[in-house]
């Protein structure tokens, strides 16, 4: 058996290559080039490379150490990454700015393969507050959930993407995408209740704004972990890249707050 790695964003500021893998048996396959991108909001672009692994393979992905990536922006500006080693590629010139379409080029085992995507502009999180829930648990604890509140453009169509930490661990295995598609607001409160927290936790909740193409992409995602879950075959999400390698390239800007439950 093999494995094939659907890729869902950790989303760190310090460090946008490190992402966490999750893995879904499928019938055996040949190594599949993952490519895990990223380009923030006045940050580089950073880009790791690796191969689906064996199932029972205990080791590390494979990394691709001999690949050739360039970004470039709307403008035409471009510049080749720097192989950090370990299949970790950064840049050193170009920054993320609003408004830019950047281009990720990868040639890798004469193969090229291209993604795109949009930098739009920095997304204001109004509030973050918490709420206690009364529903039955089987802890003796009391259950909270946290209510965002978000500043939106209600004459654009605006994608979102959140990512939870519980006193400073990031919540892997979790992530919420929104669209204001069918809202038409100033302001939207969002809440999640698929998660739980507790009195003393310390909650920090960052907000991207992403582009059409990586929403759907992570829409998609929770769709392979539900099948999953529910026992179903599962897929891999369609990618932001030309065929034939898995992953996304994701330009972002995003904003955080954090908050203490007592």
């Known amino acids: 058996m093999k494995r094939a790695c659907l890729i869902i964003l950790?989303?760190?500021?310090?460090?946008?290559?490190?992402?966490?893998?999750?893995?879904?048996?499928?019938?055996?396959?040949?190594?599949?080039?993952?490519?895990?991108?990223?380009?923030?909001?006045?940050?580089?672009?950073?880009?790791?490379?690796?191969?689906?692994?064996?199932?029972?393979?205990?080791?590390?992905p494979l990394a691709e150490e001999n690949a050739v990536i360039s970004i470039s922006d709307s403008e035409n500006r471009s510049e080749v990454l720097e192989h950090q080693g370990e299949g970790f590629y950064q840049g050193n010139i170009i920054k993320g700015l609003p408004g830019q379409v950047y281009s990720l080029r990868i040639r890798a085992g004469n193969k090229d393969y291209l993604a795109r995507s949009s930098l739009n502009s920095q997304p204001e999180l109004l509030l973050l507050d918490y709420e206690q829930l009364d529903i039955p648990h089987y802890y003796h604890d009391t259950i909270f959930t946290v209510k965002i509140a978000i500043v939106d453009d209600r004459h654009e169509e605006n994608y979102y993407l959140f990512r939870y930490y519980r006193n400073g661990e990031m919540l892997k295995d979790y992530y919420s995408t929104y669209s204001d598609r069918f809202l038409a607001a100033d302001t939207i409160v969002y809440s999640e209740y698929r998660l739980d927290f507790y009195r003393g936790d310390t909650v920090r909740v960052e907000l991207y704004a992403i582009d059409q193409a990586i929403y759907n992409y992570f829409n998609l995602v929770n769709d392979v972990l539900f099948s999953a879950m529910s026992s179903s075959t599962p897929f891999n999400p369609s990618s932001n890249f030309s065929p034939g390698i898995l992953g996304y390239f994701m330009a972002a800007s995003f904003d955080s707050e954090s908050i203490i439950i007592h």
């Open 10 to 60: 950790s989303l760190s500021f310090a460090c946008m290559a490190c992402e966490e893998v999750i893995d879904i048996n499928l019938n055996n396959a040949s190594p599949v080039l993952v490519a895990e991108g990223s380009i923030l909001l006045n940050d580089i672009c950073r880009v790791r490379l690796s191969y689906t692994s064996d199932y029972f393979d205990s080791d590390l």
